[in-house]
């Protein structure tokens, strides 16, 4: 009988290329299962550029500048309340609170506060892919945006969880509460923060990850140093390859 020997903490990129391959829709015509164009790229979004699944849905074509390779990722906070000083609770387009009467100023500074923007490179190959799916008229119109994912994060979710499932990718451990979690979108932020931490764990490689995160904390980037259990055992032989008595 096989068992885990390792503790899987996070995705190895060969693996999130295996959950791309695997993100399929099913073809009523041909009756077969195929590649989803939408789904692979939302998943290399998610993985290259590190960004949130709110962030990633939120995406439009106006907000990509392929030729630079660039594009833009506007985060909103989705739970932010809004308040008077009477104490009254505000809606996003409240102009004079329902409470007190009085003209109400603070909402769109609240609102300008909330909203965060960053603008993070794109490697050639998912450019390319954009482009592609760009051509072919995958954006759907939605509010005057083309939008690249009309779709919720449960819909997001599901899709993963179920390419996973079709790759045979087993949950993930966390390493802080050893709890086991679904592969999942933020799964694959993970595995790119964790990706970049290890090839670069100086001060400005974190500083960079940082960036690129949409991090306010540097504590919270931090988090992404995580050491594997195979490194942790390289590290562990290492203390002991020259000295006296048995190597572990």
Known sequence: MSRRCLIKTHLEP?????????????????????????????IRLLFRTGCRVSEALGLSVEDLDLEQGIIKIIREKERLRLF???????????????????????????????????ILPLDKATAAMLKDFIDEGGPVLKDGRQLLFPIGRNQARHMIVLAAKRAGLGPLTNPET???????PHRLRDAFG????????SG???????????????????????IGSKEQRDWYSRLWKDKKGDEP
């Open 178 to 184: 050893g709890r086991e979690h679904q592969v999942s």
């Open 204 to 226: 400005e490689g974190q500083r960079l990850l940082q960036e690129q995160l949409g991090h306010t904390s540097f504590n919270t980037t931090a988090k992404y140093r995580k």
């Open 194 to 201: 964790t990706m970049a931490m290890q090839m670069d764990d």
């Open 14 to 42: 060969w693996e999130v290329s295996l959950l791309e391959d695997n993100a399929l829709t099913f073809d009523r015509r041909a009756r077969e299962w195929v590649p989803c164009l939408r789904d692979q790229l939302l």
């Open 84 to 118: 008077h000083a009477c104490g009254r609770r505000l809606s996003r387009s409240d102009i004079f609170c329902a409470g007190c009467g009085q003209k109400v100023t603070e909402v769109e500074k609240r609102l300008q506060e909330s909203r965060r923007q960053r």
